[in-house]
């Protein structure tokens, strides 16, 4: 559970109480079932995080809503879209292991998370993380109902697969930028699972795939 449900709920709790006291049972009702969805909105469920060269996890929970081809500083790079409704967990978590080389806050609109102009136009958190040779941008998008964007790592700080980053509070929507020609496992309409679900194999960077293994190395006189 993320600790902010804990915040929300007890003082829903508390505003029940004075309510069934100071009016009628009967009005504790809503801040009471307010609190129970707070509760379940920030959980945060373990999860198994998928082993194996070039996995690319998903770093959020909710729907694939599009899959598509664009350039990006001159390269063309496969970007999926995952709409988080607000019953979705909302803990975010890194797409791959590696370094933490760039964060970018970008203020901008509060669109409807599903509209195509929210990727651009909302306000927005662009992070890029390097590693193996490859580099993946995710952006934390934020969405109708969103009002803060958490994310905890700095630059420089280095991120496992699926280790956890932050949060979008209520329904919003993650981006995900990497190559072009990776194999993708995914298609539009699927559910996914942050930390947990593949969303495609990376391919390997060309100065690690003609390297020589160490062992062999190791053997040539």
Known sequence: MVRDGYFYALALVAAGILLAWFAAPAWALIPLILAGFFLCFFR??????????????SPADGKVTDISFLTADGEKQARISIFLSVFDVHVNRSPIAGVVRDIRYQRGKFLNAMNPASAEQNEQNIVCVEGDGQSVVFKQIAGLLARRIVFRPKVGDRLERGQRVGLIKFGSRVDVLFAADA??????GDQVRGGASILAYLPSAPELAGARPASAAGRTR
């Open 44 to 57: 945060d469920p373990e999860r198994v995080i998928p082993d194996g060269e070039g996995v690319l996890v």
């Open 183 to 188: 194999t993708l496992q995914v298609k539009v």
